[in-house]
C-alpha cells in the first residue's frame, strides 16, 4: 500500500510539475491614435490592442500613465476584440483612453501597458504635435469614445476614417489610379518591375484604398507559389496614411502589406491576389475585395559571358570572406574553414569548394541572419566546412569562387576569397631497429613488436610415445536423453491445460448443480417444513408454490411464473406432461393462491396443502417430458 500511495505521489508531482512548465506565445500590442495633430482642448483617444491565440490568458488591467502636456480623461474602456488572418484567429482585449491636450507642444504619449501571465507588456509610444486651437467644434467630451467611435471607425484593422475637421494626410500622387474598381473600399497590388531574371528581387506592395470606415475580419496572404518570399514590414497596416485620387475620387490609401518575392524559375509567373474581407455600413459584413494577380515575365540571365560555375538564381551584390583555422595540423587532422557570403539579393544555397587530392571537405554548416533592410534584402550567410588533410607539408587550399549576376550593373561579377595555405605536419614514423650489438632481450623485444601473433603459439606440442585413448565425456543431450528434453516442455504443457480444463468442467457442474431446479425445489419443500413448524401459513404457501414452479422447470424447461393460470394446462401438455398432471398442477396453485390469503385458514387445511404439493412436487419430478405414462 506505500509503494502505491508512493508512486500516486510521484505520478501526481509529475503532472503538476509538467503543467506548471506550460508556457503561452506573448501576447501581439498595438498601439493606436485618432490623429497625431490635435488642437488644445480637443479630445483625442489611444487605444491598445492586445491578442492572443485562442485558449491562452487573456490580457488584462491595462494601465496608461498620465503623459505631460496631455491629462487622461476617461478610461480605459475595455472590450473584447477577435482578429481572423489567413484563417487564424486571435481574441483578446481593445482598451480605450480619452485624452486632452494643455497646450501647444510635442507630447509623447507613454506606451500602454496589460497584465498578462503575471507580467507587465507594453504597447508602442505615441507622439502628438498639439496645436493651437482653430475655433473649430470640437468633440464632443461626453459620451467617451468608445471602440469604432469617431476616430476610428472600428479596430479590427486600424482603418478607421479621419473626422472632417482633422489635419488630412498628404495626397501622393505616384499612388493615382486611373480608374477606381470600386467606390467604397477596394485593394490594388503594384510591383516595381513587370521583368526579372531567375533569383532577381521583386517588391510587391499591396494598398487598401477606401472612402468609408471599414473593419477587416478576415485576410488571406497571395500564394506566389514559383517565388522565395520575404516580408518588407515589421508590423503591416500600420504604415501612415496618405491619399490618392482613384477615378476622379479622393481615397484614403493604407499600406496593407509590402513583401520581397525571388523568382525560382522561368515563365511568366503568377503573384497571387491578397484578399480581405472588409466590414462597413455601405457594404456589409464580410464583404471580400482582392487585389489584381499580377504576372511577372521572368528569363535568365545572358548566356553570353557566363562564368563557369554560376549556378541559377545566384542573383545580387556579393562579396566573400574566409577564415581558416588552425593554420597548422598534424598529419590526418582537421581544421576549420568559415566562409561568409555578405550582401544583397538571393544569396546562394551552396559554394563550389576547391577539389585536390589529399584534401577532403565535409558538408557545411550553415548560419545566416537575413531580412529587410532599406526596401532590399540584405544580411549574410556563413558555411562552416570540417577540411581533413590527409598529405604532408605547406598544402594550399586553393580558392572559393562566387560568381553571381548583378542586375544593378546588368553583368556578372566574381567574387572570390584566397583560403591560402596551412602546414601538415609529417606522418610519424616508426622507430628504427636497434645497431648492431645490442643486447638479444632488446632485439627479441623489438622483433615481437614488429612481428605478427603466431595464431599456434597455444597448441600443445609434439607427443613422441603413445599413451592410453582417454574418450571425451559423452554430451548431456545426445540420443534418448535429447527427445526427451524436446518433447517433455509440451506434453507437460498438454496436461497441465488438460487438468485445467478437467477442473473448470467439475467445477461449472458443481455450480450448476447447486443451483439446478430439482435442488431448488427441494430446498423450497424445506422451507415449507421450517415455515409450518413456525405457524407461518403464508410462507407455507409461497414455499409449495416456489417448489412447484422450479419442479415444472426441472421436468419442462418452462419459465412457469411467466404464463397465466388459465394458459398453464396447455403449455404443460405441450412441453410433455399428461393431462390429468398438469389440471392437478393448475387445481394446487388455485388452492395455494387462496390459502395465502385466507385469514382464517386452518392448520389442517395447510397440512393438507404441504402434504398433497410435496407428493405433487415429487411426481412432477418423477415424470419429466417426454415419459408420459
Not at 506434453?491 to 473448470?504: E, K, M, N, P, V
Not at 417448489?547 to 397465466?564: F, N, S, V, Y
Not at 395455494?592 to 385458514?601: K, Q, T
Amino acid at each position: 500500500m506505500s509503494t502505491m500511495r508512493f508512486v500516486s505521489a510521484c505520478t501526481a508531482a509529475m503532472a503538476i510539475a509538467s503543467a506548471s512548465q506550460v508556457a503561452f506565445a506573448e501576447p501581439q500590442l498595438k498601439t493606436r491614435i485618432s490623429t497625431t495633430r490635435p488642437e488644445v482642448g480637443e479630445p483625442f483617444t489611444i487605444q491598445l490592442s492586445a491578442l492572443v491565440s485562442p485558449g491562452e490568458p487573456i490580457p488584462s488591467d491595462p494601465v496608461l500613465k498620465p503623459p505631460r502636456g496631455a491629462t487622461i480623461m476617461g478610461g480605459p474602456s475595455v472590450g473584447q476584440s477577435m482578429v481572423v488572418i489567413n484563417g487564424v484567429a486571435q481574441v483578446g482585449i481593445d482598451a480605450t483612453w480619452q485624452l486632452v491636450a494643455n497646450a501647444p507642444a510635442k507630447v509623447k504619449i507613454p506606451a500602454p501597458t496589460v497584465l498578462w501571465a503575471g507580467r507587465r507588456f507594453s504597447g508602442q509610444a505615441v507622439d502628438v504635435e498639439v496645436v493651437r486651437a482653430s475655433g473649430r467644434p470640437k468633440r464632443s467630451t461626453n459620451p467617451f469614445l468608445l471602440p469604432g467611435g469617431p476616430g476610428f471607425g472600428g479596430f479590427g484593422f486600424p482603418f478607421g476614417g479621419f473626422e472632417p475637421e482633422e489635419t488630412l494626410p498628404p495626397i501622393d500622387g505616384s499612388l493615382e489610379l486611373r480608374t477606381a474598381p470600386d467606390p467604397y473600399v477596394f485593394v490594388h497590388a503594384r510591383a516595381d518591375k513587370k521583368t526579372a531574371v531567375v533569383g532577381e528581387q521583386i517588391t510587391v506592395t499591396f494598398y487598401i484604398y477606401r472612402r468609408i470606415s471599414t473593419s477587416v475580419e478576415d485576410r488571406h496572404d497571395p500564394t506566389a507559389a514559383d517565388f522565395l518570399r520575404f516580408s518588407m514590414l515589421a508590423n503591416p497596416g500600420a504604415e501612415p496614411i496618405v491619399r490618392a485620387k482613384a477615378g476622379g475620387q479622393t481615397y484614403d490609401v493604407i499600406t496593407a502589406d509590402r513583401i520581397a518575392l525571388f523568382p525560382v524559375r522561368t515563365g511568366d509567373l503568377h503573384v497571387g491576389s491578397l484578399q480581405f474581407a472588409f466590414t462597413g455600413r455601405p457594404i456589409g459584413r464580410r464583404s471580400a475585395r482582392a487585389s489584381e494577380d499580377l504576372v511577372i515575365r521572368v528569363t535568365e540571365p545572358p548566356r553570353v559571358g557566363r562564368p563557369a560555375g554560376y549556378v541559377l538564381g545566384d542573383v545580387g551584390r556579393f562579396s566573400l570572406t574566409a577564415n581558416v583555422e588552425p593554420r597548422r595540423i598534424p598529419f590526418g587532422g582537421t581544421l576549420a574553414v568559415t566562409a561568409r557570403v555578405s550582401g544583397n539579393g538571393n544569396f546562394p544555397q551552396s559554394l563550389k569548394v576547391p577539389e585536390r587530392t589529399g584534401v577532403e571537405w565535409l558538408d557545411p554548416e550553415k548560419r545566416e541572419s537575413i531580412g529587410a533592410q532599406g526596401g532590399i534584402i540584405a544580411g549574410y550567410r556563413s558555411f562552416g566546412y570540417v577540411v581533413r588533410v590527409k598529405e604532408s607539408g605547406n598544402v594550399n587550399l586553393g580558392k572559393i569562387d562566387l560568381p553571381h549576376w548583378d542586375p544593378a550593373s546588368r553583368k556578372y561579377q566574381v567574387a572570390s576569397v584566397d583560403l591560402g595555405t596551412v602546414e601538415v605536419l609529417p606522418e610519424k614514423q616508426p622507430p628504427p631497429s636497434s645497431p648492431h650489438g645490442a643486447s638479444s632481450a632488446s632485439t627479441e623485444a623489438a622483433a615481437t613488436d614488429k612481428a605478427p601473433a603466431d595464431p599456434f603459439a597455444n597448441i600443445p606440442g609434439v607427443r613422441t610415445t603413445l599413451g592410453t585413448y582417454t574418450p571425451p565425456p559423452a554430451p548431456v543431450f545426445e540420443g534418448p536423453r535429447l527427445f526427451v528434453a524436446l518433447g517433455a516442455p509440451p506434453i507437460a504443457y498438454a496436461l497441465f491445460s488438460a487438468g485445467l480444463a478437467s477442473a473448470r468442467r467439475i467445477r461449472l457442474r458443481r455450480q450448476a448443480g447447486a443451483v439446478s431446479p430439482e435442488r431448488l425445489a427441494k430446498g423450497a419443500l424445506d422451507d415449507a417444513d421450517r415455515a409450518r413448524s413456525s405457524g407461518d401459513a403464508k410462507a407455507v404457501c409461497a414455499a409449495i408454490e416456489r417448489a412447484l414452479h422450479h419442479a415444472l422447470k426441472a421436468a419442462t424447461d418452462l419459465e412457469t411464473r411467466g404464463i397465466l393460470l388459465d394458459d398453464l394446462p396447455g403449455e404443460l401438455e405441450t412441453a410433455g406432461l399428461s393431462e390429468d398432471l398438469a389440471t392437478r398442477t393448475k387445481d394446487l396453485f388455485d388452492e395455494v393462491s387462496a390459502l395465502r390469503f385466507d385469514p382464517d385458514a386452518s392448520d389442517a387445511s395447510v397440512e393438507e396443502l404441504m402434504r398433497r404439493g410435496k407428493s405433487l412436487v415429487q411426481e412432477v419430478l418423477d415424470n419429466p417430458a417426454g415419459d408420459r405414462g
